[in-house]
């Protein structure tokens, strides 16, 4: 039988993940919006395109919750995307309710799912999917890592000119300024980065990841980035599907690991059938380890003024 995925937000992020998914005939996908129309409309152009392209999956699009049932894996788009000018944390209260309902709309539908969660700001959505859900950690994952971790690989081949996919790295902490490239483990075709570029061109690279989501921002001016965005939730979506157990940065709730209780935090984990199957819990310098609490305070900021205003 086929796998299902649901995409929840059918805006730039969501239909292009959609898109990915069936094009990569991954799972049938269902696309919820609340915009009447918009989800149909989208849903019947990936359908159309089908033909041409090879792939046969059923893409459905629609206002409502009851064609999602019984999704293996849910994906969580729906919100509003950060303008010009506004940080991830002016999103807070806007996306908090938008999370909250429509996670609780799925998770009736699909006990079992896997939740990605997309919506800005991401690790504070994460923790409200998961309280509103009630999902247990392996089943509740957020996508920011992957990204900013794609935006640091190629920024690192454009300056060597190599190839983009010769380029692992690793990016770690909350999805925002404070988030932790850890150029310790990063390596061109296992090459430490290290021994190619000084170190005044690692601190400028590192920097433009941290500022990669708003250099995209100031680009489009209305909107942000969403091509990327889409391509690394669908990776998330064929490790999942495919049990390929591909090791990769995703925000998890942390349960003492790396000294952090409570929050979601992007770390290393392996992404499976079952969802989380691993974290791994990787020794940081002293250096790294600093940042990552950093990170991490700026993600219980959020969750704080959260748990106050929704008490
Ligand atoms: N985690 C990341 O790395 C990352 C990367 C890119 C974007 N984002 C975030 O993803 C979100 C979506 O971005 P986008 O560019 O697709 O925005 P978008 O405005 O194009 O799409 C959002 C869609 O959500 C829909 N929506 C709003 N409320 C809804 C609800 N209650 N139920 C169902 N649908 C609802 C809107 O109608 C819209 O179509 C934003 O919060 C953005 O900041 C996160």
């Not at 792939?55 to 699009?61: A, H």
């Not at 609780?104 to 504070?124: C, F, G, H, M, Y």
């Not at 959505?125 to 971790?149: H, N, Q, Y």
């Not at 391509?231 to 599907?241: G, K």
Request: hydrophobic share 40%.
């Amino acid at each position: 039988m086929r796998k299902k995925v649901t995409v929840v937000g059918a805006g730039n992020v969501g239909a292009n993940t959609a898109q990915k998914v069936a094009a990569k005939e991954l799972a049938d996908v269902v696309l919820v919006d609340v915009v009447e129309g918009v989800p149909q409309g989208k849903s019947l152009d990936m359908l159309e395109s089908a033909p041409v392209e090879g792939y046969d999956v059923k893409i459905t699009g629609t206002n409502g919750y009851d064609e999602t049932a019984d999704s293996d894996i849910v994906v969580i788009t729906a919100g509003i995307a950060r303008k010009p000018g506004m940080s991830r944390d002016d999103l807070l209260m806007t996306n908090y309710g938008v999370i909250k309902g429509v996670t609780e709309q799925v998770a009736k539908r699909s006990p079992n799912a896997i939740l990605i969660l997309v919506t800005n700001p991401l690790d504070a959505m994460c923790w409200t999917a998961a309280k509103a859900s009630g999902f247990p950690r392996e089943r509740v994952i957020g996508m920011a890592g992957v990204l900013d971790t794609a935006r640091f690989r190629t920024f690192i081949a454009e300056e060597l000119n190599v190839s983009f996919e010769n380029v692992t790295a690793m990016v770690l902490g909350g999805h925002g300024d404070t988030m932790v490239p850890l150029v310790r483990f990063t390596n061109v075709s296992g090459i430490p980065i290290t021994e190619l570029m000084d170190q005044q061109t690692i601190d400028r690279l590192v920097q433009r990841t941290r500022d990669g989501g708003a250099e995209i921002v100031r680009h489009l001016k209305t909107g942000s980035a969403y091509y990327a965005p889409a391509a690394s939730t669908c990776e998330m979506v064929e490790s999942i599907l495919k049990d390929k157990k591909k090791v990769l940065p995703c925000a998890v709730h942390l349960e003492g690991e790396y000294g952090i209780h409570g929050l979601f935090v992007g770390v290393p984990v392996k992404l499976g059938a079952k969802g989380v199957e691993q974290i791994y819990e990787i020794k940081l310098s002293a250096e790294e380890a600093g940042a990552l609490k950093k990170s991490a305070a700026a993600v219980q900021e959020l969750v704080d003024v959260l748990k106050e205003k929704t008490k």
